[in-house]
């Protein structure tokens, strides 16, 4: 027993030692085998269905941001863009067509309402001169009736006296000269009866003329009134046809924006990278009839790489964003890579969860939970793109 003591304090000693220098070399890191790597995954989706002609994409391959993916046959794309630029020139072509009927309809409207109510005083006028006329033959057919009268009277007068003298002329009481004076006084009295006559009859014509003047006059002013009455609806006809410019000219920009929809169509049956990136799980082929929104490729971006590492949440106390990272990579044997602390999440993985716990159940069971670490790499380390994303990986975090 007193042979072993030497030996069994000697490895006590070296366990002390060692011990010692584990924890000295361990002081101030934090390290997770739950890590991986991560990098943007970008879902390559048709935007147009239709068939496709080509797919150049090679599969597992790097491709450039504007390569092409696939193309869709553009046949149908293209009619409905000539479609939509034919209904847009017919477009164009009405707003023309109505935006010039706006100055015109307004001048004739403008010019009616000038006319008819110009039109409405003339024949007024027309009326007052024809009732002046009316009332003036009304006057001189009095004036002729009162005439007639009196060279009637002149006229019956002449005829006795010529009658009394006719007996006075057999018994030569008067000379033939006396008689053929008195007859001839009386044949110009019963002219001037006759014609007296006839100015009533003038008179007369002229009342029915003037008669029929009124008449014309007054269905001319009527005219005039319903012109008028016309020329009154001018403002709403320029209304409507200033409304239908603005519809016009809203039928336009509806078919200007169905060109460009067309235009984007079209322009979709072309799949083109959006960025640079490698292509995998490429389910297209030539031949194949595609939907709208059906995934065609997935395209990483592997110059875009960083690791997700969920450390427990113990190990986050002196754990800061900028902290200098080592990453070993199981895939290579353990190659490390530098890089450092980027961000801590939020929150802990669990939360962001389908089915987040909820410790208010009852059944309280403590378990440490983890929080996901951004780290992100060093450029210029994985020049070959040998990083793929859901690798697992080791950081070591030096958090002093």
Request: glycine share 6%.
């Amino acid at each position: 027993m007193s042979k072993r003591l030497p030996l069994i304090i000697a490895a006590v000693v070296v366990l002390i030692l060692g011990v010692g220098a584990w924890l000295w070399l361990t002081a101030g890191r934090e390290s997770t085998d739950d890590a991986q790597v991560e990098a943007h995954v970008t879902p390559i989706a048709a935007r147009v269905g239709g068939t496709i002609l080509q797919v150049p994409a090679p599969d597992n391959q790097q491709v450039e941001a504007g390569a092409l993916l696939a193309q869709i046959d553009p046949r149908d794309y293209e009619l409905a863009l000539s479609r939509a630029q034919a209904e847009l020139a017919n477009a164009q072509a009405e707003l023309a067509v109505a935006q010039a009927n706006v100055p015109i309809t307004s001048a004739t409207a403008t010019s009616s309402v000038s006319n008819a109510r110009g039109g409405l005083a003339q024949a007024e006028a027309g009326i007052s001169e024809a009732e002046q006329g009316l009332e003036a033959a009304r006057a001189r057919l009095t004036t002729a009736q009162a005439k007639v009268r009196e060279q009637e009277a002149n006229a019956a007068k002449a005829a006795r006296d010529v009658e009394r003298l006719r007996p006075l002329l057999s018994k030569q009481e008067i000379s033939q000269q006396q008689f053929d004076a008195a007859t001839a006084d009386a044949e110009a009295k019963r002219a001037a009866a006759d014609s007296a006559q006839s100015q009533v009859q003038e008179a007369e014509a002229a009342i029915r003329s003037a008669q029929s003047r009124l008449v014309q006059a007054q269905a001319g002013r009527e005219q005039a009134v319903a012109g008028v009455q016309q020329a009154d609806t001018a403002p709403q006809q320029v209304s409507a046809i200033r409304a239908r410019a603005a519809s016009a000219e809203a039928r336009v920009k509806q078919s200007e924006a169905a060109v460009r929809q067309a235009q984007l169509n079209l322009d979709y049956t072309t799949v083109k990278a959006p960025i640079k990136g490698i292509v995998s799980r490429k389910s297209v082929e030539p031949g194949q009839v595609v939907q709208p929104g059906q995934p065609l490729m997935t395209l990483i971006p592997l110059d875009q790489i960083w690791i997700t590492a969920n450390f427990k949440e113990t190990q986050l106390a002196d754990m800061r964003p900028g902290q200098r990272v080592k990453v070993a990579v199981d895939a290579y044997g353990g190659h490390e890579f530098s890089g450092k602390i980027d961000s801590i999440a939020a929150a802990t993985g669990a939360r962001f969860s389908l089915l987040p716990p909820d410790n208010a159940s009852g059944n309280f069971v403590k378990v440490v939970q983890r929080v996901p670490v951004k780290i992100v790499l060093e450029e210029g380390q994985d020049q070959q793109h040998v990083l793929r994303p859901g690798m697992s990986v080791t950081p070591t975090v030096y958090t002093k």
